[in-house]
């Protein structure tokens, strides 16, 4: 059973950065390869929506219109953790932030953005942009 817990969420002035951290634990021989990682936020009042996803085993990554060329994804295998780099902070950037994991092959085929097709999720991380 995969476990995620992210960390890192806090109140940023807009225009600042903040990298957020998903840890990961329990896969099978401790590995991640099978799996496909993706950060989903939830705007105050708002459904969650996809934010950006990738393959542990890294190559191609998918990112929403409105947080492209702002954010990045990455992930660090000794550690076991997703990162979400994030840049350039704007006010409806404020959510809260959760990492999620899915089966790699969903992932191949195009379903990287869709909530329902994920299967472990962490608690989230509060993020509040201010201006």
């Known amino acids: 059973q995969v476990q995620l817990v992210e960390s890192g969420g806090r109140i940023v002035e807009a225009g600042g950065s903040l990298r957020l951290s998903c840890a990961a634990s329990?896969?099978?021989?401790?590995?991640?390869?099978?799996?496909?990682m993706a950060w989903f936020r939830q705007p105050p009042g708002k459904e969650r929506e996809f934010v950006g996803a990738?393959?542990?085993?890294?190559?191609?990554?998918y990112y929403h219109d409105s947080v492209k060329g702002r954010f990045t994804i990455s992930r660090d295998k000794t550690k076991s953790t997703l990162y979400l780099q994030m840049n350039n902070l704007i006010r409806e950037d404020t959510a809260v932030y959760y990492c999620a994991a899915q089966d790699l092959a969903k992932y191949y085929k195009g379903r990287y953005n869709r909530e329902n097709e994920y299967d472990y999720w962490g608690q989230g991380t509060q993020v509040t942009v201010s201006s």
């Open positions: 329990g896969a099978s021989g401790g590995t991640y390869n099978a799996y496909a």
């Open positions: 990738m393959t542990w085993i890294g190559g191609s990554q």
